[in-house]
């Protein structure tokens, strides 16, 4: 036996000969273990950013052989699905979750079951400031139609202003498989930063008095009302646009789950086992997609490291400025029409980030009036939005899908 030739062939094998061919891959472990310090030490959605930058690093170190995105490309509807089984890696099997939008529609599920619909009920004017901070979406899809995106991938980047990491994931899944890495990672990145992107735009728009403004407490809503409403929801919107129906209808299901009173142990097991065990195939396989080099059919890398993920990044970052700007103005117009009687702050709630947008609009309203309680207030449009991001979703997946 040749010893030397043993090591030789070791060496030939191992990753390292790998890492030396593209230095995309060595950029992007070190990325992963940026996002990964994010997760731990700042505490940035580490429930999701743990997940994703460790899925990062494992489908960027070569030879791994867990993920071949080159196996998924071309049009989703003509996949060799059996060729993938056969062939791919493990994580190429837990991402037909995500090609298919079963993950995304599960993570609806446990966000019905965890949210109180009733401060959106209580106040249904709220609505439209939901609807109102989805502005952002059709902004964005605009600005990156200009910057030469085509229609399907600017629809994609456009949702990335609802603030709703499985509704952007359910839909580039489907029109834009190709960024689904930076478009998630910008999704879920902004997400976290919401307490810094919010605020100066809401100082900026209102002022002093309206901010200080108190709203009064809202009329409690029946319980008979909290059941009939995630089933009355359900039929009127998939009726208009039944190509949401997988996310409005799993939301619903685990919000009716909640409310009904019958299943608690149902309730329970989506709220918390069913919503962490998906949250860490999603997780790891989307950020598994964000691979540093993958050659496209002309020899060009289509990866995770092109310009089309910088225009991303502030495509994404520009939606959520006007998503947020569009539900304090019309806040403001509510304020006008009520005499008074509305915080404008609560409209920049509207984007479907839960809890946190909610929370930044009481943290901004007790800044300028420690009586101030607008939580639960701005509860209404936070639900609201999620709601109006996953119809925003329908409605591209119509025009475009």
């Not at 890492?19 to 731990?40: P, Q």
């Not at 609806?108 to 989805?134: E, K, N, W």
């Not at 839909?171 to 910008?186: C, S, V």
């Not at 919503?275 to 060009?300: C, D, H, K, Q, W």
Request: charged share 10%; hydrophobic share 55%; glycine share 10%.
């Amino acid at each position: 036996m040749n010893i030397g030739q043993v090591l030789s062939d070791l060496w030939g094998q191992s990753g390292f000969v790998g890492l030396t061919n593209h230095w995309e891959n060595v950029v992007m472990i070190f990325i992963a273990c940026v996002l990964l310090y994010l997760a731990i030490v700042k505490k940035f959605e580490p429930l999701l950013l743990v997940g994703i930058a460790f899925g990062m690093l494992l489908s960027n170190l070569p030879s791994s052989e867990m993920m071949h995105m080159e196996l998924f490309q071309g049009d989703p509807k003509t996949l060799d699905y059996m060729n993938i089984l056969h062939h791919g890696g493990l994580l190429d099997i837990l991402y037909f979750g995500v090609k298919l939008g079963i993950y995304p529609c599960l993570i609806f599920m446990g966000v019905g079951a965890m949210t109180d619909f009733g401060p959106m009920m209580a106040r249904p004017s709220s609505m439209i400031l939901g609807a109102a901070a989805q502005i952002g979406v059709y902004c964005a899809f605009i600005l990156a139609i200009l910057l030469g995106f085509f229609p399907n991938e600017a629809a994609s980047i456009g949702i990335i202003g609802g603030a709703d990491g499985p509704t952007a994931i359910f839909l580039t899944a489907k029109l834009a498989p190709h960024l689904l890495g930076p478009i998630a990672i910008a999704a879920y990145s902004y997400m976290a930063l919401i307490p810094l992107i919010q605020p100066p735009i809401m100082r900026a728009l209102t002022t002093e008095a309206e901010r200080k403004v108190v709203m009064t407490q809202d009329k409690p809503v029946s319980k008979t009302t909290k059941i009939i409403f995630p089933v009355a929801v359900t039929i009127f919107v998939v009726l208009v646009l039944p190509s949401v129906a997988p996310l409005i209808g799993c939301l619903m299901l685990g919000n009716l789950f909640r409310e009904c009173g019958v299943v608690d142990r149902l309730s329970d097991t989506t709220q918390n086992a069913l919503m962490n065990i998906v949250t860490i195939f999603l997780s790891v396989t989307v950020g598994a997609t964000s691979v540093g080099y993958l050659p496209g059919a002309n020899g060009e890398n289509i990866g995770f490291l092109s310009a089309s993920t910088v225009k991303i990044i502030i495509l994404g970052l520009l939606a959520f400025c006007f998503s947020t700007a569009g539900g304090v103005i019309f806040g403001k117009i509510m304020y006008r029409l009520s005499g008074g009687k509305v915080n404008p702050l609560i409209g920049s709630a509207g984007v479907s980030a839960v809890p946190m947008a909610a929370r930044v609009s009481q943290i901004e309203g007790a800044k300028a009036n420690p009586a101030n309680f607008l939580l639960m207030h701005a509860m209404g449009p936070n639900v609201a939005g999620v709601i109006g991001s996953a119809v925003a979703a329908g409605f591209l997946l119509a025009v475009f899908g």
